[in-house]
């Protein structure tokens, strides 16, 4: 083997290496620009959800607007059924 081969190893070793960390870093910013694009409802569910009341600015926004409403929901029957029963 002469030592000019041992160098063209080395440099193909390189380029693969390169090429790899690229197609990594493209598929990385595909992936990445599709899910922060992705809405987290469609304008007509939003719409119909912000109309209940419920933040829909994103997922935990949507979870913790839920659970409050919710428990009021939940505080408004217990009233009624209080009503019901004086």
Not at 17 to 36: D, E, G, P, R, S
Not at 51 to 66: P, Q
Not at 74 to 82: F, I, L, R, T
């Amino acid at each position: 083997m002469t030592p000019f081969s041992a160098d063209r190893r080395g440099f193909f070793s390189l380029i693969g290496i390169l090429l790899a960390l690229a197609l990594a870093c493209a598929m990385y910013f595909f992936i990445l620009k599709m899910y922060v694009q992705k809405p987290v409802v469609d304008r007509a569910t939003a719409g119909s959800i912000k109309e209940s009341g419920i933040d829909t600015s994103g997922y935990s926004a949507i979870l913790n607007s839920t659970k409050s409403r919710l428990r009021d929901i939940e505080k408004q029957q217990d009233s009624q059924y209080k009503d019901l029963g004086q």
